[in-house]
């Protein structure tokens, strides 16, 4: 039997960490999406307003989970937007093709919990399991 896709916070002495589950590789990357934005505000307080296409490679894996959650914090930071919604087009262990979507930070609706400095390789892993994917990130704040 398949698990749903889900993630949940883990502790961690002075960062943000998250411990994730899907049935499939490409619903994995799509809960860490969501959880990188539910460290950073209220997932229910973004629309979907506005899709950004976003395309990472790297040489394996954990890499490219990295570099996924990585490059979604540079618009972040940059272009000051929040997604809620990921729908991966393709993936594979080296690759990932996706589009995320939300909007623009509005000070008068969201609430900024905290600001992701990186995406760390500490304690991370990214394993398939009996029933599907597992994974682990910290966020360094």
């Known amino acids: 039997m398949k698990s749903e896709p889900s993630f949940a916070p883990i ?3 002075a960062d943000v960490g998250y411990r994730l589950f899907a049935p499939t590789l490409a619903e994995l990357f799509a809960v860490a999406g ?17 899709e950004r296409k976003i ?3 790297a040489g394996d894996v954990e890499g490219l989970f990295v570099a996924w959650l990585s490059e979604l914090n540079f618009y972040c930071i940059t272009e000051l937007e929040l997604y809620r919604e990921f729908i991966i087009k ?9 589009t995320a979507r939300g909007e623009k930070i509005d000070p ?13 390789y500490h304690e991370l892993y ?14 360094d704040v």
């Open 126 to 139: 990214v394993r398939q399991i009996e029933n599907g994917w597992e994974a682990q990130v910290i966020f």
């Open 11 to 13: 502790d961690h002495t």
């Open 55 to 57: 395309e990472v490679e």
């Open 34 to 50: 969501r959880a990188l934005f539910d460290a950073i505000t209220e997932l229910d307080s973004i629309q979907l307003l506005l």
């Open 108 to 120: 008068a609706r969201h609430v900024i919990q905290t600001e992701i400095k990186a995406v760390t």
């Open 90 to 98: 393709k993936v594979s262990p080296t690759i990932v093709q996706a």
